[in-house]
């Protein structure tokens, strides 16, 4: 890789040595990258204050004797000040570039997955009040579509029937059918691990899926937890990531 100029969002900003900061940033085109910006931290930097989590930014970017990339320079797409005002808000921010920075963390390019990082960003920062827990489950299900996990929500993982889906394996990904479960049809290993997923949590993932990120769902806190679970599930067994808790707690 040459020089690279590139779109950027800052997922971590790490103080090195005297006066540098280590960026792990998430690109359209080259997926996760690392960075470092000498001198960043000295007065009068010509970075600013914008080398910092959740800033997106036009970077200029060159290959260094290291593994690290060396920031030459960096300019503001948007840098989601009212986002950084409101706590609920922040902390979605973080954990959704926690997300992004764990699942996609090569430099293999998945356009989408920035574009919904950025788009998460701005949501929250027109409105910190978006900070829920429903808009950080449905960000996440789409980050399990973007790397090709989308779960099977329409059929029965095992035997492909439509009613009865009662049970979320997350082993199987998707939906297992009551009498899947009951008589023992197909693998073992999907019943085993598989939980009781009710009709709310599913119409939440079933739309959620097919809604822009603006128009998330609502749904009671038991179905969300389901929806976390199933999530949770999908990604240990099929990415071998374990991301935070959705959200800190509140709703
Ligand atoms: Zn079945």
């Known amino acids: 890789m040459g020089p690279l100029k590139t779109e950027a969002v800052v997922l971590r900003s790490m103080r090195y040595g005297e006066a540098d900061r280590i960026l792990h940033i998430y690109t359209p ?7 470092i910006a000498k001198g960043s931290r000295r007065p009068h930097s010509r970075f600013g204050g914008r080398l910092e989590p959740f800033f997106r930014l036009r970077m200029d970017l060159h290959e260094g004797r290291s593994e690290l990339l060396t920031v030459t320079g960096a300019h503001t797409v948007a840098g989601h000040a009212r986002l950084r005002t409101d706590a609920s808000a922040l902390d979605a921010a973080a954990r959704a570039c926690d997300a992004v920075g764990r699942l996609f963390e090569t430099s293999e390019g998945h356009p989408g997955v920035f574009h919904l990082l950025c788009n998460t960003l701005s949501l929250l920062d027109s409105d910190p009040t978006r900070a829920t827990r429903a808009h950080a489950l449905a960000f996440r299900l789409k980050l399990l579509v973007a790397a090709g996990l989308a779960p099977r929500l ?21 939906m297992l059918c009551e009498t899947c479960f009951s008589t023992g049809n197909g693998r073992e290993s999907w019943r085993g691990a598989s939980f009781p997923l009710g009709g709310e949590a599913m119409e939440f993932m079933t739309t959620a899926l097919s809604r822009p990120l603006a128009q998330v769902p609502d749904a009671p806190a038991a179905a969300l937890g389901q929806v976390e679970r199933a999530i949770a599930d999908t990604l240990e067994h099929h990415a071998h990531v374990r991301l935070m808790a959705a959200s800190n707690g509140r709703t």
Do not use: D, I, K
Request: net charge positive; hydrophobic share 20%.
């Open 154 to 174: 329409s059929g029965c993982v095992s035997c492909g029937s439509q009613p009865g889906l009662t049970r979320f394996t997350g082993a199987g990904g998707g």
């Open 29 to 35: 085109q080259h997926g996760r990258l690392s960075a």
